[in-house]
C-alpha cells in the first residue's frame, strides 16, 4: 500500500533552517508529482511546494519562495524540503502528498502521510 513516511521536523529558533524528508513506498514514485502541504489551526491546509516527477518543474507559494527548495532522488524514493530563514509564521504539520500522475495538479483530496512538526520560536 502507499506509504509516505515523513521525518525532519522539530523546534527551530526563527532564522534557522530544517531539513524534511519524505520516504514514498507502495507506488511508481518516478511517476508522480508531489507535494509539500502544511497544516495549521488558522489556515487550514495550505499546499507550500510541489514538483514534477521528473524533478524538472517546481512551484512554491509565495510566502516560501526564496527561502525553501524542494528536491527528489528518484533512486531513493525520496522527496526533500530544505527550509532556510524560518518564520514563526511557517509553524505547521508538515505533510507530503502524492499528486498526480505525470503531473504537478494538487488536490486536498490527495493522499497524505503522517506530518511532521515544525515549530519556529525563539
Known amino acids: 500500500q502507499v506509504q509516505l513516511v515523513v521525518s525532519g521536523g522539530g523546534l527551530v529558533q526563527p532564522g534557522g533552517s530544517l531539513r524534511l524528508s519524505c520516504a514514498a513506498s507502495?507506488?511508481?514514485?518516478?511517476?508522480?508529482?508531489m507535494h509539500w502541504v502544511r497544516q495549521t489551526p488558522g489556515k487550514g491546509l495550505e499546499r507550500i511546494s510541489s514538483?514534477?516527477?521528473?524533478?524538472?518543474?517546481?512551484y512554491y507559494q509565495d510566502s516560501v519562495k526564496g527561502r525553501f527548495t524542494i528536491s527528489r532522488d528518484n533512486a531513493k524514493n525520496t522527496l526533500y524540503l530544505q527550509m532556510n530563514s524560518l518564520k514563526p509564521d511557517d509553524t505547521a504539520l508538515y505533510y507530503c502528498?502524492?499528486?498526480?500522475?505525470?503531473?504537478?495538479?494538487?488536490?486536498?483530496?490527495?493522499?497524505r502521510g503522517q506530518g511532521t512538526q515544525v515549530t519556529v520560536s525563539s
Open positions: 514538483i514534477s516527477a521528473g524533478g524538472g518543474r517546481t
Open positions: 507502495g507506488f511508481t514514485f518516478s511517476n508522480y508529482g
Open positions: 502528498a502524492r499528486g498526480a500522475l505525470y503531473s504537478t495538479t494538487y488536490s486536498p483530496s490527495d493522499y
